[in-house]
């Protein structure tokens, strides 16, 4: 792929240099540069009726669940405690159908559907530099050392962004699989929140009504921790009143309702893909549902 884009700006540069005389007249140069990078992923679906009977609650449910933290790891990194750029999600009606679109500064995620056929997710760049990755960095005295930096605006960035720009669209199709079926999660909800023995103890299940089990969902759920997982050590700064020791029976409660994942010979853990549906339904069915309804309640006097 690499090549056949270099072959591709060679024959621009031909043709410029053919239908431009003026560059080679007056002696002026050029420059190829990135103004705006987009990448699409699409998935084509077999009849309308499929595509519609999806998207509709997909689109409106992902407008409540998706959170800054969730934007910031679409785009592969964390979102920072002094972040002052400008973020959110907004939806829009369109003549062509409807539209969600997250943005985190210079960049944004937006899915949408085309022809009543095709579900697109496209992520959209307008300043390459808000990106970083590992490449070779010429310092002022000459020497060049490989580090991760900031990536340059020239068309060389474009094969590294392509990558970073895919990988954003995988994690958004991931994040969003965990919305799409509703009554599964219904019922893997219901077998989460069953008491259930483990090695000769038991092990309480969850309650979405209790105010520590909605705290450790919405930390569970935070964007850095689906990418690098957690240990008891990262827990620890969002429980700063609970001892270690137990921050681990928490951890052994999620793994025994095979919520969370250990990975082997080493002391981190990764939610399930059982967990990321829990805790996404679990967290949707609070805020769109349980909240409103009890703030629509009048106060009994």
Known sequence: IESEWKTCIRCWTSLLKRYCPFIKRYGFSYRWSIMQAEYATDIIFKKQSDLKLLYEPLIRCAIHSVKPDNIASFLGGKLHWNYQGEMGNNFNTRILGTRIKHHMGAVSIKMYDKFGLLLRIETTVNNV?????????????????????????????????????????????????????????????????????????????????????????????????????????????????????????????????????????????????????????????????????????????
């Not at 005295?141 to 094969?159: E, R």
């Not at 929140?193 to 569970?220: C, H, P, W």
């Open 129 to 301: 530099s808000q990106f970083k990755h590992y490449r070779e960095v010429n310092h002022r005295d000459g020497t060049k050392t490989p580090k991760i930096a900031q990536m340059k605006k020239n068309i060389y960035s474009l094969f590294p962004l392509a990558g970073l720009l895919k990988a954003s669209n995988h994690r958004y199709l991931e994040f969003i699989s965990t919305l799409s079926d509703p009554t599964q999660g219904i019922k893997k909800l219901n077998l989460v929140s069953q008491t259930i023995a483990s090695e000769d103890r038991t092990y309480k299940g969850f309650n979405f009504f209790d105010e520590d089990d909605q705290k450790l969902f919405t930390v569970m759920a935070r964007g850095e921790f689906n990418i690098t997982g957690f240990r008891n050590r990262s827990l620890q700064q969002f429980f700063p009143d609970k001892s270690p020791s137990t921050i681990s029976r928490i951890l052994k409660r999620l793994r025994a309702h095979g919520l969370i994942k250990k990975v082997a010979h080493t002391y981190k853990y990764y939610l399930t893909t059982l967990g990321k549906a829990v805790i996404a339904l679990g967290l949707r069915l609070k805020e769109l549902f349980i909240i409103p309804t009890l703030a629509g309640l009048k106060t009994m006097t």
